[in-house]
């Protein structure tokens, strides 16, 4: 088992395979399209398009625990997701997440082909679709810098060690969004 | 009845670093000369640079602003049709467009209805106020007289009914750049 106090981050390649990838790349874009009340005025600079829980995307939240699972060698449980189409000048500001995040994933879907590393504690981490960087949310800053492109999706798979201390925010109950 | 019952302004409707993204992005795209109904320009009724937004558009930060500041107009357009007794029958928006007024330019006595274009209310959105000029005035509809002008500020959600009654102008920009988007709503 990883030592989860010193784990800061893995990437997995390939984390969803090419249908997944063009399925989810579809269906953010349609619903990015038509999206007329969903914005992010908390986190975003932008009030980009943001769904929390979305149930596609907590169907994808169960089915690729286990892929994580054997990566850390630790059980895990759900707690949610939260996906977003950033767009021109989005900035990620530099930060950590709360205990519902204890171990999470950050999935890239698709964007315009512009480069936007994402920061882990001071590394940049690029990711093509389908990438995965798995991280310690609670211990690792991370950020972007301001968006240059049109667009880019990613989403956020969020789960807690079954075992460990935050276990009690399981499904995200009650929690903050 | 006094006119400036109709005409309302909307204070804090979006966050400064929103509106501040905004305005970068406007600031990297290609404005074209704006036209009068019919598509004519004449830069002696109207000078100013355009920038349409629409739902359909190929780029995805468009697509996003476009429903981003409907909703947030939306919002507020409820709240102005709530103080009728039956509302004000607002069923959409028919345009959004961002507008650039740099030194020089202004927008001279009009009304915003017309048969082709049946408009039902008008909007401004400020987006910015560090400029001199560019202020908007309402005429009285009979004397033509400046009776209202509105001061600038971010974030302020202008709205007044487009017909006749309401003639306004936008007097020259003699400092900086002004930019505010336009909407209108059947």
Known sequence: ?177 | MEINKFIKVFDDTCSLKVIASFIKYLNKLEFDNAALIGGIVNKKIRSTKEYPFEPNSNKLTDVHWFWFWQKIIADNLKQYASQFKHGCSTTGMMSLSALKYEVGDFYTPHIDYFSKYPRNLSVIYFLNNDYEGGYVYFQNPFTGEDIIGVDPRPGRLLVWPSNFIFPHRVDKVTKGRRNVLVSWWT
């Open chain 1, 1 to 177: 088992m990883v030592d989860l106090e010193k784990f800061k981050y893995n990437i997995i390649r390939n984390f969803l395979d090419q249908s997944e990838v063009d399925l989810l790349k579809e269906y953010c874009v349609i619903k990015h399209r038509d999206n007329k009340d969903s914005f992010d005025l908390i986190q975003t600079n932008t009030g980009d398009t943001s769904f929390y829980k979305d149930p596609l995307m907590q169907i994808f939240l169960k089915k690729k625990k286990n892929i994580i699972e054997k990566n850390l060698d630790v059980k895990l449980d759900e707690t949610y997701t939260f996906w977003r189409c950033y767009t021109y000048n989005a900035t990620l500001e530099k930060h950590t997440d709360r205990p519902s995040c204890e171990l999470s994933a950050t999935i890239h879907i698709d964007s315009d082909g512009t480069k936007w590393p994402i920061f882990m504690g001071g590394e940049p981490v690029e990711l093509n679709p389908g990438d995965a960087v798995i991280y310690s949310g609670c211990n690792i800053e991370h950020w972007r810098e301001p968006f240059e492109g049109d667009y880019h999706i990613q989403t956020f798979f969020h789960y807690v060690n079954a075992n460990g201390p935050y276990a009690q925010y399981k499904g995200d109950m009650g929690k903050p969004q």
